[in-house]
């Protein structure tokens, strides 16, 4: 017996209706992956990782699950290490997209093979190792692998003007590193490292210390004539 065939009033291969999204609409979406972080982090089902990589492919299968059932969200999904898209043989760590749908933000329209920010993912401490710098969140001395570093060159998120920076806290408390990563920059803008000034320091907006949960952000300036950028950090203890 045939198939009945396809109803010709649904879309095939097509994207649905559009979106129009206002110019806050990407720091509410970081307020939502903030608030979704602790809810990962303590599921009673998630299998135990410390490996970066292993952490931000959890978390990008929890966010795309929660994002379905939440009403403004239900239109996106989260991919992991996604090509930058300027610099192709760049990865990123993780990125939000449209899903079934265009969505439109301060006029420029995005579909499901556009990321609406670059969001990197760091460790606290880094993993020790020949090639490891310990200050890897902000900046390395052996390659451009620093996150903070990567944006302020424009390796990572020369597209946006806005990004993202988690931290998986594994040791010690986000008070802790806050201290750290500012005394990191600190040092970089006194010894006089190309780029860097007092200007790149972290600011705090909240802690939350019920859900162990902190969040800075920092704006910076970029090289090739890039407009500055604003990073949204999102640090969270996960013992």
């Not at 190792?129 to 052996?142: A, N, P, T």
């Not at 600011?203 to 604003?230: G, K, M, W, Y």
């Amino acid at each position: 017996m045939l198939a009945n065939p396809p109803d010709a009033s649904v879309g095939i291969g097509k994207l649905g209706p559009g979106v129009q999204r206002p110019a806050t609409f990407r720091h509410r979406l970081l307020q939502f992956i903030a608030q979704e972080l602790p809810r990962w982090r303590d599921r009673p089902d998630r299998p135990s990782a410390t490996s970066e990589t292993i952490l931000t492919s959890q978390l990008c299968a929890h966010l795309t699950s929660a994002a379905r059932l939440a009403p403004v969200w239900d239109s996106l999904q989260f991919r992991v290490e996604e090509a930058d898209e300027i610099n192709k043989g760049r990865k990123i760590d993780l990125v939000p997209s449209p899903c079934g749908t265009t969505i439109s933000v301060e006029g420029r329209v995005h579909t499901d093979f556009d990321s609406l920010m670059p969001i990197e993912c760091k460790r606290f401490p880094i993993p020790k190792g020949k090639d490891r710098d310990e200050r890897e969140y902000v900046f390395s001395r052996h390659s451009s692998t620093g996150g903070i570093q990567r944006f302020k060159e424009g390796s990572h998120g020369a597209a946006h003007r806005l990004g993202g920076m988690i931290g998986y806290v594994q040791e010690g408390t986000t008070s802790y590193w806050e201290k750290t990563v500012s005394g990191w920059i600190n040092d970089l803008a006194q010894r006089g490292e190309p780029g860097w000034t007092v200007k790149d320091l972290l600011r705090c907006e909240r802690t939350d210390a019920a859900l162990r949960l902190a969040v800075f952000h920092s704006s910076h300036e970029r090289q090739n004539d890039l407009p500055e950028i604003e990073l949204c950090h999102l640090w969270m203890e996960m013992n």
